[in-house]
């Protein structure tokens, strides 16, 4: 019989069988296109039976040292490596990624895990002694009571880890809803928190879809939601939650630009941009998927260099680690990649290399896209206005440094840019006025590191503050600001009626 992937509530496993769960949707192996197993869909009934487990356990939790709910994140970090073969491979098999892929994401997650464990640190608030006289006044961070995260598909292992463990170590309860299409890994990683020593109730699963979500962005017990994925869900969810009184953050699409300038180092361009563009098949919201080339010489040789590069690229399943990257998440998004690549030759690019329809031995009914590079796109082009999320690279050719950045600044994402040069004067204008919230300098992929914050601008972000790191402590808490008196000396003041100063 199938296996069906339930729901961790108050430290249990519900809905792990076809005759209990209410509704189930097939989980596929993206490399041979099967259906390995089935998860079951929250109904409204049992993300209500998970809310009132966490908002069980927020008493007690809010109460416990902060040094003690950091002690629960030291354990779960090493369960999170003694385990990571295993998790490693949940992702390859419902993801795709090759598995030193997803050793790399597991260690981006585990680094927010050492960042929570500061817990004690993070939380100690301000304090100021005598603002007036015998007057002191501090500031404290409160947990806010029973959060939710909502996470995608591309990250099944670290996006939810930039959520749960610095909201469960400023002492909130968590709910979180996986991607309903690779939702193993993740649940697996929460199932560790019970071992690690979390009090149960806690930390909650619930795995689903529209009806999961919605009954989470209406539920008053519910006070903050973090969601990271699509864009016209991010918008959503937003809206829905702010309506609801709900703090909210939710981060959404990408399409990330590298400027490669005359100067560049091209060798070393075209290593980066290979791993970039192509690394986890595209689809990372990260992913450069446009390189904007300064000058026709750097636009030549940029593409010279790549096309060779290329040649050397293999496409297949996640256990072999020769390969560079896996196949697409479903038969629909390889579908949608290779029309976007289609599209792009209609409108007039140059397709240089075409990845639609590899052969893959072994694996043919896989969703697999090879890597394809196409010149002379422009800025009207469907391709280039989407995000496609697949192994795409586009090439399109400027005369000046000022007509890069505007062609970035144009565009309604803004979660991540490079520029590859030699030039520093270039690089601090670029960094200081391009209209991206991640900036990397002759980085392709600047994604911060887990003691500064995450999150793109314009349409890659929905809220006022970014996921992970400081953002992430002042998202999960509130401040509270408590002015203080003991006039001990004997010192009696008179009435007055003007504003205390
Ligand atoms: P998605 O928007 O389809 O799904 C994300 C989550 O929303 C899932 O848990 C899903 O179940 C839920 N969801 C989907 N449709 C919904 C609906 N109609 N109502 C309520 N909930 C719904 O995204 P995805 O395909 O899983 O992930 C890929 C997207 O995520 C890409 O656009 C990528 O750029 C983005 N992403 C962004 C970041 C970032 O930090 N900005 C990071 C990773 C991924």
Known sequence: ?????????????????????ERTQDVFNPAT??????????????????????????????????????????????????????????????????????????????????????????????HSKNVGPNI??????????????????????MVPMWMFPLAIVCGNTFILKPSERDPSSTL???????????????????????????????????KAVSFVGSTPIAEYIYATANANGKRCQ???????HAIVMPDADMDNTVNQLLGAAFGSSGERCMALSVAVTVGDEAGDALV???????????????????????????????????????????QGATLVVDGRNPVVKGFENGYFVGATLIDHVTADMASYQAEIFGPVL???RVKTMQEAMQLINDHEYGNGTCIFTRDGE?????????????VGINVPLPVPVAYHSFGGWKRSLFGDLHAYGPDGVRFYTKRKTITQRWPSSGIREGVSFAFPS
């Open 1 to 21: 019989m199938t296996q069906v992937i339930g729901h961790l509530i108050n430290g249990e496993m519900i809905h792990t069988n076809k005759s209990n769960a």
């Open 394 to 396: 586009q090439v399109i």
């Open 188 to 222: 697996f990683i929460a199932q560790l928190l019970k071992e690690a020593g979390l009090p149960d109730g806690v930390m909650n699963v619930v795995n689903g879809d529209k009806e999961a979500v919605d009954t989470l962005l209406s539920d008053n017990r519910i």
């Open 136 to 157: 002191d006044s501090w500031s404290e961070f409160q947990p806010l009571g029973v959060v939710a995260g909502i996470t995608p598909f591309n990250f099944p292992a």
């Open 250 to 256: 939710a981060l959404g699409g990408a399409k990330n």
């Open 33 to 126: 296109g099967e259906v390995t197993k089935q998860v079951a869909l929250a109904s409204k009934q049992t993300v209500e039976q998970a809310i009132s487990s966490a908002e069980a356990a927020f008493p007690a939790w809010r109460k416990t040292p902060p040094l003690k709910r950091a002690r629960v994140m030291f354990r779960f970090k090493e369960l999170l490596e003694q385990n990571s073969d295993k998790i490693c491979r949940l992702i390859g098999e419902e993801h795709g990624k090759i598995s030193h892929d997803a050793a790399g994401e597991l260690q981006r997650g585990i680094e927010n895990v050492e960042y929570a464990c500061g817990a004690p640190e993070l939380l100690k608030g301000e």
């Open 304 to 346: 010279a260099k790549m096309t060779e590069g290329m040649k050397g690229l293999s496409v297949g399943e996640h256990t072999n680690a020769n390969n560079d990257f896996g196949p697409v998440i479903t038969k629909a998004h390889q579908e949608k990649v290779n029309g976007f690549i289609a599209s792009a030759a209609q």
């Open 426 to 438: 270039a690089a601090r204008y670029f960094s200081d006025n391009i209209q991206v919230g991640m």
